[in-house]
């Protein structure tokens, strides 16, 4: 695990556009796991501008994207979905975007044909991350163990607060989600994860310490052979 270290939060998120470039120069038709939450948003908006201004096209890639609440409506202004389609999907033409369906029936066969469906398309080649305050990724929430394929999680209490701050007063925030596994996740050829604030500071920290936490799932990244950890100086604690 590999960590850089930018001054700010426009500088990670132009590192990391950097490398979805490069990804995409090196293989056009890339499959691309993509992460929500408020630190990728500037990221999205440099893709945009760069594939405006000629310098990456987008239009073979395949995208997986980690997780959705569930039970959500795909229309719902809060759902992954509807995040996806307003920072990126709306402005830039893909191939084709796969989600976790917040309005399966069947969360656990919807969970079972998305991971063959990552599988049918050869796995990922660059996978987007984020960590939550409490170790998170994705939705793989601190656990005693850890299920390989994608699952239905039911939301930490860490989580369920940090999220709260997108939900209007009244306007009912899911309790559970769909997240990618750890199968699906792995099989990312580089992973790259954001990292800004201060407030992710300690769990940086703890992430650095080079140790499997059973109860901090990023740590799980240290047995992945291409992990990059692009952090801001707040997050690396400075
Ligand atoms: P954030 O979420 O980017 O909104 O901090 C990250 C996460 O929970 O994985």
């Not at 795909?74 to 084709?96: C, D, G, N, T, W």
Request: proline share 5%.
């Amino acid at each position: 695990m590999k960590k850089i270290v930018c001054n700010t939060y426009e500088e990670v998120c132009n590192f990391g556009a950097d490398i979805f470039v490069q990804q995409l120069k090196k293989k056009p038709d890339s499959v691309l796991g993509l992460a929500t939450g408020s630190t990728p948003i500037d990221l999205y908006s440099d893709l945009v501008r760069r594939a405006k201004n000629g310098e990456v096209d987008f239009s073979k890639v395949r995208t997986f994207n980690l997780d959705e609440y569930y039970p959500i409506k795909a229309s719902h202004p809060q759902s992954y979905r509807a995040f996806m389609e307003k920072h990126l999907f709306s402005k830039i033409k893909v191939e084709s975007s796969n989600f976790l369906n917040g309005e399966a029936s069947d969360p656990h066969a919807e969970c079972a044909a998305y991971d063959a469906k990552v599988q049918k398309a050869g796995g990922i080649d660059l996978q987007l991350l984020g960590i939550g305050v409490n170790g998170h990724i994705a939705f793989i929430e601190p656990d005693s163990s850890y299920p390989l394929g994608s699952y239905l999680v039911e939301l930490a209490e860490e989580t369920l607060i940090a999220n709260s701050r997108f939900f209007k007063e009244g306007e009912n925030q899911p309790t559970s989600a769909l997240s990618m596994g750890l199968s699906p996740i792995f099989s990312a050829r580089h992973i790259m994860m954001l990292v800004t604030g201060p407030n992710k500071a300690p769990v940086i920290k703890r992430l650095f310490e080079n140790v499997i936490h059973t109860d901090l799932p990023a740590s799980l990244l240290h047995l992945h052979p291409n992990v990059t950890v692009v952090v801001d100086r707040a997050a690396n604690g400075e």
